[in-house]
T-cell receptor, first 114, second 115 residues
Framework: SAVISQKPSRDICQRGTSLTIQCQVD?????MFWYRQQPGQSLTLIAT?????????ESGFVIDKFPISRPNLTFSTLTVSNMSPEDSSIYLC???????????FGPGTRLLVL | AQSVAQPEDQVNVAEGNPLTVKCTYS??????LFWYVQYPNRGLQFLLK??????LVKGSYGFEAEFNKSQTSFHLKKPSALVSDSALYFC?????????????FGSGTRLLVRP
């Protein structure tokens, strides 16, 4: 399995500001993903973080709001831009190695926007 | 389009009794099926998966699940529940033909095991 860490674990932010969440995997992985889990809800995929190229966003999510970087095979960042209270959620990253057919998840970042 | 249904928002069971958490799915191709558990203030932990082969798969913490192709189901089971099993359980599916590796999650089922 992959060990995944996220920073920060939680934050309280003011509306209109931006927060960058970091995701670090303990070994090289093929795929990295970012999910959102709104309060009391299931997980929704935001985007696939592609190494060395632009992320692939799901319907309803755009790069201007959720810019993603993936500079190498073990690290990715998600920025939540121009935040509003509706962005209050848990943001989780996950990773999968090619051929292993299993996504492992980080502990999540709990974001509260006031 | 892929989809997953978890028909029960909550399952209540007494400690020591068997438990079942239900999941049905819909995919175009062959399904890859997963169960994850989320404890309070924690991320998702992988429990088990079905990719191919034996329909009964065993996973962590004594959990198992049975793949039923005709009923498009992948119910999670445990012979004897523990209070510490109380958590939020998610079923997820991926289409084996989907090169995006995208997982679709069910709405989640809260398991409450009473002493």
């Amino acid at each position: 399995s992959a060990v995944i860490s996220q920073k920060p674990s939680r934050d309280i932010c003011q509306r209109g500001t931006s927060l960058t969440i970091q995701c670090q995997v303990d070994s090289q992985v093929t795929m990295m993903f970012w999910y959102r889990q709104q309060p009391g809800q299931s997980l929704t995929l935001i985007a696939t973080a592609n190494q060395g190229s632009e992320a692939t966003y799901e319907s309803g999510f755009v790069i201007d709001k959720f810019p993603i970087s993936r500079p190498n095979l073990t690290f990715s960042t998600l920025t939540v831009s121009n935040m509003s209270p509706e962005d209050s959620s848990i943001y989780l990253c996950s990773a999968e190695r090619q051929g292993k057919e299993t996504q492992y998840f980080g502990p999540g970042t709990r974001l509260l926007v006031l | 389009a892929q989809s997953v249904a978890q028909p029960e928002d909550q399952v209540n069971v007494a400690e020591g009794n068997p438990l079942t958490v239900k999941c049905t799915y819909s995919v175009s191709g062959n399904p890859y099926l997963f169960w994850y558990v989320q404890y309070p203030n924690r991320g998702l932990q992988f429990l088990l998966k079905y990719i191919t082969g034996d329909n009964l798969v065993k996973g962590s913490y004594g959990f198992e699940a049975e793949f039923n192709k005709s009923q498009t189901s992948f119910h999670l089971k445990k012979p004897s529940a523990l209070v510490s099993d109380s958590a939020l359980y998610f079923c997820a599916v991926r289409d084996s033909m989907d090169s995006s590796y995208k997982l679709i999650f069910g709405s989640g089922t809260r398991l409450l095991v009473r002493p």
